[in-house]
């Protein structure tokens, strides 16, 4: 049994475990970076987690005040470790500012924020929003909880790059509170609105509005390739995107890291907005990678993609397009490139808890997952340490998406991936309603997998999930050339639409593929060795592995308010056949009560 108990301190916190008998409890203290020292299930955690609190970034040196207008750059590189520069609120700063590096330390900080007072500012632990930035609502967005808007940032402005880069040896900065970075409402494309442009350390960026503009071109939002102990906190970013056929890019992210050969890793992203079309975070991906981050958290996060991205929807938002030959489907416009709401390419004891992820349609290169794991380089087969390992993913909920996960390291690398645990999280409304015209239909988890010694040994726990889809299509699939059956999956305790049940797709051995076999025997064929027993199987017909359970409907499991599988109460009735009925003596499906308690406060 695994008791958790949070004691957080100006929004920062580190985890450390105490054992008693049979008992893991993890307290959460806020003094520094220390272990997590514990597993879940066949995934390490986290041994790390950087310290995000003011109190822990002390700046004991002057206070300095930047005037509209005057020379931020000069400031920048006059301040001295342990300042605060005190940006002027409401004034805007244009231009490329490089932080310099100095001889700063854990005791002497440089900090760089609004000159608006803490009290005109949300508390620490709280979220900002554009409402401190003048702004009073965002279309196809979730509401901004302000009574009146008002401005009290100030604003970085990029100028053709930028606004801020990192400096090799920029250590020990803090950006914000009160700071808007962005970039100049234009045609011309942005990459990185936050970047190193060498090694850097100790950077934490607290409740800022980051963001692109709403028709044309950013890339993302912060870039932590580079960076070692870095914190992302109660931040909200937005307008991240590239257009598709006439864009200059294709993917975006809010977040991304894990490419180069500087270190990096030690990486914490708490209770934030995030928004971007391609990957809302993505670590790894490109032939440069060389350096594997680890000890990565990414919790009370809500990740979401606006529905007016989407062709066909009501207010529609692309990049204007006058090239009739391209994008014929929402003529004058092409859409944002959309993929997934988190990808991991190549990243180490990564923990995903207590996120709210919404909306994700397919139509592109992918059908619409809630996260993907690629173990894919693209056209480099030197790369054997790349890798996703010790993946932890819980107490999560996900709404609005064409499929739930992939798991993947398809050739011609191969990289590997494995000791994967996802457990007690909420997958609903999938639905091929998000498929963006592509015809894979909806998943509920799609696994594609090489079987030699180089690719992980597996070790995948799929326990306690409900998975809802919304219509009868597959449950999962099967995909890519393989070599024979994944090893070590566990599948256990779940509540799953099953529907149309397993679909084996474009699998590359014999018996995987052979779609004229029952489901058991495909399960045999592509898993080995495989546990698969004590899930509700909602829909499910014909032989399945012993142990399983074939409820008709969604109405015969008795949840306490299915809601056609969209924003349900999927709590069990102390009637259902399934209270009580897990491995464990849990009720089947997601532990409801857990989930609600990680992601309250999140939306």
């Given amino acids: 049994m695994s008791i958790q108990f949070s004691l957080f301190s100006d929004n920062a916190f580190v985890r450390s475990s105490v054992v008693f008998i049979g008992v893991t409890t993890t307290l959460i203290l806020g003094l520094g970076a220390t272990?997590?020292?514990?597993?879940?299930?066949?995934?390490?955690?986290?041994r790390l987690s950087p310290n995000?609190?003011?109190?822990?970034?002390p700046a004991p040196g002057a206070r300095k005040l930047v005037a509209a207008g005057a020379n931020l750059q000069?400031?920048?590189?006059?301040a001295?470790?342990?300042?605060?520069?005190?940006?002027?609120?409401?004034?805007?700063?244009?231009?490329?500012?490089?932080?310099?590096?100095?001889?700063?330390?854990?005791?002497?900080?440089?900090?760089?924020?609004?000159?608006?007072p803490d009290s005109a500012l949300p508390a620490q632990g709280k979220r900002i929003s554009p409402c401190y930035a003048g702004v009073a609502s965002l279309p196809g967005r979730p509401g901004l909880s302000c009574a009146t808007p008002t401005k009290v940032m100030a604003r970085l402005m990029g100028n053709k790059a930028g606004p801020i880069i990192l400096a090799n040896g920029s250590n020990y900065y803090r950006l914000g509170p009160g700071l808007e970075i962005t970039r100049p409402l234009s045609s011309l494309g942005y990459v990185n609105l936050v970047t190193p442009s060498g090694a850097a350390q100790h950077i934490v960026i607290d409740r800022d509005w980051i963001h692109g503009i709403p028709q044309y071109d950013t890339v993302r939002g912060v870039m932590l390739s580079g960076i070692t102990y870095a914190a992302i906190v109660d931040s909200y970013f937005t307008d991240f995107h590239c257009a598709a056929l006439i864009g200059a890019c294709t993917d975006s992210q809010a977040i991304a890291g894990g490419t180069g050969s500087r270190a990096q890793g030690v990486w914490k992203i708490h209770n934030n907005f995030l928004e971007a079309a391609a990957e809302n975070i993505l670590f790894g991906g490109v032939q440069t990678n060389s350096v594997t981050p680890a000890d990565i958290e990414i919790s009370n996060n809500h990740m979401f993609k606006p529905l007016t991205w989407m062709p066909g929807q009501s207010g529609f938002v692309g990049r204007p397009n006058s090239d009739a030959t391209k994008c014929t489907k929402t003529p004058g416009y092409c859409p944002f490139v959309v993929k997934n709401l988190i990808e991991l390419k190549n990243a180490q004891r990564v923990l995903l808890e207590g996120n709210i992820l919404e909306h994700c349609w397919g139509g592109f290169t992918q059908h619409g997952d809630v996260f993907i794991v690629n173990g894919l380089n693209p056209a480099d087969n030197t790369l054997s340490h790349v890798s996703v390992m010790d993946f932890t993913v819980r107490y999560n909920r996900a709404s609005h998406t064409g499929s739930v996960f992939?798991?993947?390291?398809?050739?011609p690398n191969n990289l590997p991936i494995g000791r994967f645990s996802i457990h007690d999280n909420i997958f609903d409304d999938v639905s091929s309603k998000y498929a963006n015209g592509e015809t894979a239909g909806a998943f509920a988890g799609v696994y594609s997998y090489c079987t030699s010694t180089t690719c992980g040994n597996g070790n995948i726990l799929v326990n306690h999930n409900t998975e809802l889809i919304t219509e009868p299509k597959k449950w999962f699939a099967v995909v890519g050339a393989l070599s024979g059956p994944i090893p070590n999956w566990t599948y256990k305790n779940n509540i799953v639409s099953v529907n149309a049940g397993p679909a084996i797709i474009n699998a590359g051995f014999p018996g995987c593929a052979d779609d004229t076999i029952n489901n058991t025997a495909k399960l045999v064929a592509c898993f080995s060795p495989f546990a698969?027993?004590?899930?509700?199987?909602?829909?499910?017909?014909?032989?399945?592995?012993?142990?399983?359970?074939?409820?008709?409907?969604?109405?015969?499991?008795?949840?306490?308010n299915y809601n056609n599988a969209n924003g349900g109460d999927y709590r069990l009735?102390?009637?259902s056949p399934y209270h009580n009925a897990g491995t464990d003596g849990k009720d089947l499906g997601a532990d409801v009560a857990a989930v609600n308690l990680h992601i309250s406060g999140v939306q």
């Fill in 52 to 57: 995000s609190s003011m109190a822990s970034t």
């Fill in 532 to 560: 698969m027993n004590d899930n509700v199987l909602i829909g499910g017909s014909g032989p399945w592995p012993i142990g399983n359970y074939l409820p008709a409907s969604p109405a015969a499991v008795q949840f306490v």
């Fill in 406 to 411: 992939s798991l993947a390291n398809p050739g």
């Fill in 573 to 575: 009735l102390s009637t």
């Fill in 80 to 116: 001295h470790c342990g300042d605060t520069l005190l940006l002027q609120a409401g004034a805007t700063f244009t231009g490329i500012f490089d932080l310099p590096a100095k001889a700063c330390d854990a005791q002497h900080w440089i900090v760089i924020r609004t000159s608006a």
């Fill in 35 to 46: 272990s997590f020292a514990t597993m879940d299930g066949p995934a390490e955690l986290p």
């Fill in 74 to 78: 000069q400031a920048l590189n006059n």
